[in-house]
Every structure is written in structure tokens, then in C-alpha cells.
């Protein structure tokens, strides 16, 4: 299954494209840019990104403000969870898959009108995460 993602690295570099290999738990994996239809796919190695961004189209909506509270007419189906990085981004999502220790966690965004779909967070790469 082909995925379109959005790499940020932890020094601040992004990669968009498409990757069919991302396992959370592997230590890499590629990404085809879509940019350059004859583009080799590259490899990303996870220690060194902030965090994978699973996107419904690559382009976004620079001008969209994430919320960062849940609708409260509906359910969560997860934990409510809080994440703050190392470089001051905070996201708040869903989670049913973060314990401290792991290297990384899926993480689906309060805001119904974001354009990620779900979030791999990288844990090397937060400040702080905490349960809501």
C-alpha cells in the first residue's frame, strides 16, 4: 500500500513523497519524492526525524491552523494525548499505542480538518508527552 508522507527531520529538513515500507519499530525506510517521477527512492533512517506525517495530499494548507482540543460531541476511540517537541511544535491527538521507553508512537490529530491522517512521533524528538 502506498502512502503519501511527510518527513521532518529533527534539523529541520523535509522530504515529501510517497513510501511503501514504513514499519513502525524498523530502524529505516524510503521514500519515492513524487516531485521527480524518475527519482530513486531514498532511504530514511527513524533516529534522525522528528516525525512522520501521514497526509491526504502533499501540498496542505500552509494557512491551517491545527486545533489543539477534541470536539466534545464525539468519542474518542484512544487516549487523549499531548506532545510538545524539542522544537516547539505541540500536537494533540489519539493514541493507543504510546509507553515510555519506546522509540516511537501513532498519534491521530484532534482536528478533524488537519491534513494529517496520522502521526508517527518520534519520542527522541519531544520535550514532553503526557496523557490528557
Known sequence: MQNRIVVRYQDGRLLKGITTDFIAGKEAFHVTETASPSA????????????VFFVKDLLGNAHHKERLDFDPSK???????????KDGERIVGLTQGYKPGRDGFFLVPADPL??????????????????L
Do not use: C, D, H
Open 75 to 85: 468519542p474518542a476511540p484512544g487516549r487523549k494525548i499531548f506532545v510538545q517537541f
Open 40 to 51: 530513486k527512492p531514498v532511504e530514511v533512517q527513524v533516529s534522525k526525524l522528528k516525525a
Open 114 to 131: 488537519s491534513n494529517n491522517e496520522r502521526i508517527y512521533v518520534v519520542t527522541s524528538s519531544t520535550q514532553e508527552i503526557k496523557f
